[in-house]
């Protein structure tokens, strides 16, 4: 019987990791700033029609970034949680390893390049049958 004895990571190994967790860290708490700057939500009256139409376009606008800032938090929270629990770069489909440079370029990534597209086949067909549904 054979003793393996499990590696230290080398401090060249933990470099990169140390960045990716200081990087996200730093949009985590930008995402959280942009959350609490809700004035474009705000219910105003306008004296004009117009105004008014461009105020629910801007509010509507606005809406819209809220819910995507939402969900990159969450993204960002879950590779923070993902690095402390040792999953982190591990495709959550395939299980095989993400590439590095997907990582550096989105940092929250889930799924390694050939999984995410299998993913955006099935989401972008479904969305297509939903409005081949609503015709």
């Given at each position: 019987m054979?003793?393996?004895?499990?590696?230290?990571?080398?401090?060249?190994?933990?470099?990169?990791?140390a960045?990716?967790?200081?990087?996200?860290?730093?949009?985590?708490?930008?995402?959280?700033?942009?959350?609490?700057?809700?004035?474009?939500l705000?219910?105003?009256?306008?004296?004009?029609?117009?105004?008014?139409i461009?105020m629910?376009?801007?509010?509507?606008?606005?809406i819209?970034?809220l819910?995507?800032n939402?969900?990159s938090?969450?993204?960002?929270?879950?590779?923070?949680?993902?690095i402390?629990?040792?999953?982190y770069?591990?495709?959550?489909?395939?299980?095989?390893?993400?590439?590095?440079?997907?990582l550096?370029?989105?940092?929250?990534a889930t799924r390694?390049?050939?999984?995410?597209?299998?993913m955006?086949e099935?989401?972008?067909s479904s969305?297509e049958?939903d409005?081949?549904?609503a015709?």
């Amino acid at each position: 019987m054979q003793i393996v004895k499990k590696q230290t990571p080398t401090p060249r190994v933990l470099e990169p990791q140390a960045r990716t967790v200081e990087s996200l860290r730093e949009t985590l708490a930008d995402l959280e700033r942009s959350l609490h700057s809700r004035e474009e939500l705000a219910l105003t009256q306008a004296p004009d029609v117009l105004d008014a139409i461009q105020m629910a376009a801007n509010r509507e606008l606005a809406i819209e970034q809220l819910d995507r800032n939402t969900k990159s938090l969450v993204a960002v929270q879950d590779a923070l949680g993902r690095i402390e629990a040792g999953a982190y770069g591990i495709c959550k489909d395939c299980e095989e390893a993400i590439a590095q440079k997907r990582l550096v370029a989105l940092p929250w990534a889930t799924r390694c390049v050939s999984c995410q597209s299998k993913m955006d086949e099935l989401e972008s067909s479904s969305t297509e049958m939903d409005w081949s549904d609503a015709a």
